[in-house]
C-alpha cells in the first residue's frame, strides 16, 4: 500500500504560482510512476502531468510549458509547480501512483490518491 499526502495548494491571482507537494508513505516510490490529476466542480478528473522513473515527464496539452513536475526518491515525495495560473486552473488537486507507464491519461488505471488539495485561482 502507498499512502499519498498532497499540499501547497491555495488561491492566488491569475498569473501567479504554487508549489504542490505529494509525499508518499508506506513503500518507497523510486520505481512507481506519479501522476497529477485536477477534477473541477461538476467536471471529471483530468490527467495533468506524470512523472514515470525511468522514461522521463509526460504533460498534458494543456497545461504543457506552464506546470513542472518533479520527484525527490530520497524524500518519497512528488512536485508539481504551476505557473502562470489562469481562472481555468481552478481545481482540486490529487496526487496518484501506479507501478507501470501504460495508459497514464485515464484516472481508472492508477492504483493510489491522495485527498486533493485545492487550487483557486482568481481573475
Known amino acids: 500500500q502507498v499512502q499519498l499526502v498532497e499540499s501547497g495548494g491555495g488561491s492566488v491571482q491569475a498569473g501567479g504560482s504554487l508549489r504542490l507537494s505529494c509525499a508518499a508513505s508506506g513503500r518507497t516510490i523510486s520505481t512507481y510512476t506519479l501522476g497529477w490529476f485536477r477534477q473541477a466542480p461538476g467536471k471529471e478528473r483530468d490527467f495533468v502531468a506524470a512523472?514515470?522513473?525511468?522514461?522521463?515527464?509526460y504533460y498534458a496539452d494543456s497545461v504543457n510549458n506552464r506546470f513542472t513536475i518533479s520527484r525527490d526518491n530520497a524524500k518519497n515525495t512528488v512536485y508539481l509547480q504551476v505557473n502562470s495560473l489562469k481562472p481555468e486552473d481552478t481545481a482540486l488537486y490529487y496526487c496518484?501512483?501506479?507501478?507501470?507507464?501504460?495508459?497514464?491519461?485515464?484516472?481508472?488505471?492508477?492504483?493510489?490518491w491522495g485527498q486533493g488539495t485545492q487550487v483557486t485561482v482568481s481573475s
Open positions: 496518484a501512483a501506479k507501478s507501470s507507464n501504460v495508459d497514464l491519461r485515464f484516472p481508472g488505471s492508477w492504483s493510489y
Open positions: 512523472s514515470m522513473w525511468s522514461f522521463g515527464e
